[in-house]
């Protein structure tokens, strides 16, 4: 359960992906403005749209990057929304995201920009 809002509202846009650290950082960011109380959104896109898709790297990697996308999801109730084009453009479709993801147009991240005390792009 999130606990109640006593942060401003965030919007973190993440532009790495999961073979990134700089994409991790986003999302830990992103879940520690959420701890802190805040309401959160993270934006995905460029090659952060690839946060979206399912990812099985356990065999090498000993973990699962997803989680850190549930955590927001699940521990912060943060809207986690993927950029339509970034997502067309890495060959996927709203069909293949992750549970809680959903698809979003160049509107959606211009309304979400306005509506925000701040941006933080990683």
Known sequence: MSPPP?????????RSG??????????????ALGLDGGEVTVWLCGDGAGWALPLDV??????????????LLDDVGATVLVDAGSLAAAGAS????????????????????????????V
Request: glycine share 16%; proline share 8%; aromatic share 4%.
């Open 6 to 14: 006593t942060a401003e509202p965030a919007l973190v846009v993440v």
């Open 18 to 31: 999961p073979a990134s650290e700089r994409g991790w950082l986003g999302l830990r960011i992103a879940l």
């Open 58 to 71: 356990r065999p090498w990697m000993g973990g699962d990057p997803g989680r850190d996308l549930d955590g």
């Open 94 to 121: 709203a069909g293949s995201c992750r549970r809680g993801v959903a698809v979003a147009g160049p509107e959606e991240f211009a309304r979400r920009c306005g509506a925000t005390a701040r941006v933080l792009a």
